[in-house]
Each structure stands twice: as structure tokens, then as C-alpha cells.
């Protein structure tokens, strides 16, 4: 019987790539943006001034969030009801944006690969590898 070939090892990329990252951001940034009116950064090293109040209308009280348009993990943390309430309320209105925005970024990002896939190569070929610092654009 014929001995079986032995299976090559796949290697997964080894360097970061710049575009990728950039890609990840701008969905983390739409993603921020429309639930919880906040940058990615802004959103994790916010404070907090999220409260709940109530206001009288003609014999009736109701429930009022202030703080709410901008969200951050801190208060995320702290009040979580009333941080989702305001996301839950971000993103009815916001998701049909969203839904295009993210569209958007798909398309974009997969249209400037292919547009600039030769002086992308070109930089990480003459430029990142021969320095060895493991990223490529």
C-alpha cells in the first residue's frame, strides 16, 4: 500500500493589517455612534451623568432619562437599566442609518482593496518586510 502524503501545515498571517484595523474601527465608530451616541474612545473612557427624573404633566407624572444622548461604559456599568432604555431608544433611531452606513463601509473597504491591491503590495513588499515589525498595510 502507498504511504499517505503528509498534510502541510497552514499558517495563519502573521502581520497585522493596517487596513483591517482601520476597517474594524469604522464599524466600531457606526456601532458607538448609533446606540450609544458616543465615540469608541469616548465611550470607554467617559464619566457618567445618566439620571431618571419625573415631570407633571396635567394630574399625570412621567418618567424622564436625562444624560442618555451620550452613553458610556461607566454608565453602562452603573445604571444599566436606564443605559439600555436609552440605547434600546438610540437605536430606533438610528438603525436605518445605520443599516446603510454599514452597507457603506462593506462596500468601500471591499472596492479600495481591489482598487489599490498593487501599491498595497507594493509598500508592504518594499517597505514592511524588509523592517520585520509585523504589521502590513
Known amino acids: 500500500m502507498a504511504r499517505r502524503r503528509k498534510k502541510r501545515t497552514r499558517r495563519g498571517p502573521r502581520a497585522a493589517s493596517i487596513i483591517s484595523m482601520i476597517e474594524s474601527y469604522a464599524y466600531a465608530n457606526l456601532l458607538t455612534t448609533g446606540l450609544a451616541g458616543n465615540s469608541p474612545v469616548g465611550f470607554i473612557t467617559g464619566g457618567s451623568d445618566i439620571s431618571v427624573g419625573s415631570v407633571a404633566y396635567s394630574g399625570s407624572t412621567a418618567m424622564t432619562i436625562t444624560g442618555a444622548e451620550q452613553l458610556t461604559l461607566t454608565e453602562l456599568i452603573t445604571n444599566p437599566g436606564i443605559a439600555f432604555a436609552g440605547m434600546q431608544s438610540n437605536f430606533m433611531n438610528n438603525y436605518q442609518s445605520m443599516a ?27 517597505i514592511f518586510k524588509p523592517l520585520g515589525i509585523g504589521v502590513k498595510l
Not at 109 to 125: D, E, G
Request: charged share 20%; no cysteine; net charge positive.
Open 100 to 126: 446603510v452606513q454599514a452597507i457603506g463601509i462593506g462596500i468601500g473597504f471591499k472596492m479600495a482593496k481591489k482598487l489599490l491591491r498593487r501599491p498595497i503590495s507594493n509598500v508592504n513588499r518594499n
